[in-house]
């Protein structure tokens, strides 16, 4: 089932919203808007934004275990305010509330019959590692600075108006399921260890990097290593700085010019290193992420096979989070986007620059992304700035860019790229850039096609 929408008036009560926001957990995620009256639809707003956002908060916590939700979202409409909760697709935990379990159907929120509830259990399991504490681990050993860098930007994001409104850092970290009560005392689980403790291996021995730049292509060549640790922000910085230090500069043909770039594209990369820290298996020990750049492609192996309902065929349209705290807190910090793997955003990036595809595996136990510095032959959807200035829309730039590195396009393939672009509105787009004397149409009907002109 795909995302849910739904709205509540600005007075929901918690147990409402709680069942609500259950359901669309458990089913395929979805957006519930605050401020909206049911039925007449009627926008009457928030009234209190700050408080509104304290109660949502204070909701999560009804819910078994605690719901991890991005920042939510301030709109004004008709000069009141609007609040956008999102759900994200692809949790990886079975939610309750006051041990009731809810899924979506259609737009009602409903108990999961039994049959069903076992199948959701088996699919998603009922505990993930990050949430568990790891032994004799305190809130004394979290990093103060990295705390307090993170609260500021958490508070920043959700732009708390009173200064008695604002949580504490312990609250803020409650919320977002990187501390839980164990008698007495609020100990962090091993997400907040990974996420804000520079001794973070103390625990999780083989959670770090081990970067290599090879001279050729096994290996057996010789090579430059790093050893990366620290807390996960800690080690996404070192991995940054090995990057520049060790992809090579080269010079490919660009239009009609000649320019110097590196090897592969240097967000392509991040993007990887950023998505193997944030969804890798970290109950898996023994061995730990590995960058291996060789000098005709470049590894980044992650331990742990892919998560819940992914597969290397449907990686780019599966949403699925291994581990949604980290993900979330990562996300706060700027460091990835929360309801992707990114996996989409590298081919895309690899394309751009004529590179040949990723490659996708999963290899004992572990999933492993290769890039390939060898160029494909096509042209670079750089080549295309000659039509910025005809102003034309994502989908066609879309089909530009799909065209640099194929020889043409059909109006099946434009639908893949857009699939949620009606087909009539996509034929309209090629039908305006064969107009505009940018691409040239080819057949008739179903065997209709398009080359750039």
């Known amino acids: 089932m795909g995302p849910e929408l739904h709205w509540f008036p600005g007075d929901v009560s918690r147990m409402e919203?709680?069942?609500?926001l259950v359901g669309m957990a458990n089913t395929g995620g979805g957006t519930i808007y605050l401020g909206i009256t049911p039925r007449s639809n009627k926008i009457t707003g928030v009234s209190d934004v700050a408080a509104q956002q304290d109660s949502l908060f204070k909701t999560c916590l009804l819910i078994e275990p605690t719901l991890v939700l991005p920042l939510p979202k301030i709109y004004q409409v008709a000069q009141v305010d609007i609040l956008q909760i999102s759900v994200p697709q692809g949790l990886p935990h079975v939610y309750s509330m006051?041990?009731?379990?809810?899924?979506?159907?259609?737009?009602?929120?409903?108990?999961?019959?039994?049959?069903?509830?076992?199948?959701?259990?088996?699919?998603r399991g009922t505990i993930s590692f990050e949430s568990r504490?790891?032994?004799?681990?305190?809130?004394q050993d979290l990093d103060p600075e990295r705390l307090g860098?993170?609260?500021?930007?958490?508070?920043?994001?959700?732009?708390?108006?009173?200064e008695e409104s604002q949580p504490g850092i312990q609250e803020i970290l409650v919320q977002r399921g990187c501390l839980r009560q164990d008698g007495d005392e609020l100990r962090p689980t091993y997400a907040a260890v990974l996420l804000f403790s520079p001794s973070a291996q103390q625990w999780l021995p083989s959670a770090q990097i081990l970067a290599a730049r090879f001279s050729g292509t096994s290996l057996a060549d010789r090579f430059i290593k790093q050893e990366i640790s620290g807390s996960l922000s800690q080690q996404l910085h070192q991995v940054e700085n090995f990057m520049r230090a060790n992809l090579q500069s080269v010079v490919r043909m660009t239009g009609f010019s000649h320019?110097?770039?590196l090897e592969y594209p240097f967000e392509a990369v991040r993007e990887l290193v950023v998505?193997?820290?944030?969804?890798?298996?970290?109950?898996?020990?023994?061995?730990?992420?590995?960058?291996?750049?060789?000098s005709d492609r470049l590894e980044v192996i992650s331990p742990g096979g892919l998560p819940g309902p992914i597969t290397v065929n449907n990686i780019l349209e599966t949403r699925f989070s291994r581990n949604p705290v980290i993900a979330q807190v990562l996300s706060?910090?700027?460091?990835?986007?929360?309801?992707?793997?990114?996996?989409?955003?590298?081919?895309?990036l690899m394309r751009d620059d004529s590179l040949r595809p990723p490659k996708f595996e999963e290899v004992a136990r572990s999933f492993r992304v290769t890039l390939y510095n060898?160029?494909?032959?096509?042209?670079?959807s750089r080549d295309f700035v000659g039509y910025q200035q005809l102003e034309l829309n994502t989908r066609q730039n879309s089909a530009l860019n799909y065209l640099g590195t194929h020889r043409r396009i059909t109006n099946r393939e434009f639908q893949e790229i857009c699939p949620d672009v009606h087909p009539e509105t996509l034929r309209r787009d090629l039908a305006d850039l064969v107009s505009r004397g940018i691409l040239i149409k080819i057949g008739d009907k179903r065997a209709t096609y398009y080359i750039l002109k």
């Open 98 to 123: 006051d041990g009731r379990y809810y899924w979506r159907e259609g737009h009602r929120t409903n108990p999961i019959p039994p049959r069903q509830l076992r199948r959701l259990l088996v699919e």
């Open 374 to 380: 060898t160029p494909t032959q096509g042209i670079s």
């Open 275 to 294: 998505n193997a820290i944030a969804h890798r298996d970290y109950n898996v020990q023994g061995d730990c992420i590995h960058l291996n750049i060789f």
């Open 149 to 162: 860098a993170y609260s500021r930007a958490y508070l920043k994001a959700v732009k708390f108006p009173e």
């Open 133 to 139: 504490l790891p032994p004799q681990a305190t809130f």
């Open 259 to 261: 320019q110097e770039t």
């Open 17 to 20: 919203l709680a069942a609500a």
């Open 332 to 348: 706060d910090l700027g460091f990835v986007e929360r309801l992707g793997f990114g996996l989409d955003r590298v081919v895309t």
